[in-house]
Antibody
Framework: QVQLVESGGGVVQPGRSLRLSCAAS????????MHWVRQAPGKGLEWVAV????????EYADSVKGRFTISRDNSKNTLYLQMNSLRGEDTAVYYC??????????????????????WGKGTTVIVSS | DIQMTQSPSFLSASVGDRVTITCRAS??????LNWYQQYPGKTPKLLIF???TLQGGVPSRFSGSGSGTHFTLTISSLQPEDFATYYC??????????FGPGTKVEIK
């Protein structure tokens, strides 16, 4: 079945680094853009980063830009998040999510609708001294 | 960046009630709006994409409407399993799929 499994979370001191992984199965990983989303304790969902299906483009939330790097290995069906210079506010459950897409062809043109249709169960990162 | 707001942030309702949650975008996003449901400690679940299209398997008591900057999620008759937190998400900026702050629906 379609599945995403995150790993790599843990307790880390401020300023240190951590790398998260997301193993995909049950679908053609190389055909999908993939996201990282996080949720701090008791807080809402925060989009973190996205990488295009072929690794050709990536984007980041302002809160992590310059500190986090998203990458993927399509030969291993795995998505990564390298997190450097970690801060207390990075403490959260980190989810990876698949980008679903729907296409609407109407007289006005072609419209692409993107959403997150498959999620992992998440991995917890705690930044604390 | 496009900012998303939701109202109310907290809602208390009874089984059988009609519930409406509002989501607003800081600029026009057409119909590029998704809705998710999340239970405590669980993974979010996609309910609606394209402002009004129900994801497969989602009960028909859920509906979405709106375009531009103003959107609503309506639950026509609240069921016990609907008590959860609901998030809107804009998908106008290609793959920068940012979320609203969430609306928690609790039992009155």
């Amino acid at each position: 079945q379609v599945q995403l499994v995150e790993s790599g979370g843990g307790v880390v001191q401020p300023g240190r680094s951590l790398r998260l992984s997301c193993a995909a199965s049950g679908f053609t990983f190389s055909s999908y853009a993939m996201h990282w989303v996080r949720q701090a304790p008791g807080k809402g969902l925060e989009w973190v980063a996205v990488m295009f299906h072929d690794g050709s483009n990536e984007e980041y939330a302002d809160s992590v830009k310059g500190r986090f790097t998203i990458s993927r290995d399509n030969s291993k069906n795995t998505l990564y998040l390298q997190m450097n210079s970690l801060r207390g506010e990075d403490t959260a459950v980190y989810y990876c999510a698949r980008t679903g897409k729907d296409i609407a062809v109407v007289p006005a043109g072609v419209f692409y609708y993107y959403y997150m249709d498959v999620w992992g169960k998440g991995t917890t990162v705690i930044v604390s001294s | 960046d496009i900012q998303m707001t939701q109202s109310p942030s907290f809602l208390s309702a009874s089984v059988g009630d009609r519930v409406t949650i509002t989501c607003r975008a800081s600029q026009s996003i057409g119909s590029y709006l998704n809705w998710y449901q999340q239970y405590p400690g669980k993974t979010p679940k996609l309910l609606i994409f394209g402002a009004s299209t129900l994801q497969g398997g989602v009960p028909s008591r859920f509906s979405g409407s709106g375009s531009g900057t103003h959107f609503t999620l309506t639950i026509s008759s609240l069921q016990p399993e609907d008590f959860a937190t609901y998030y809107c998400q804009q998908s106008d900026t290609t793959l920068r799929l940012t979320f609203g702050p969430g609306t928690k629906v609790e039992i009155k």
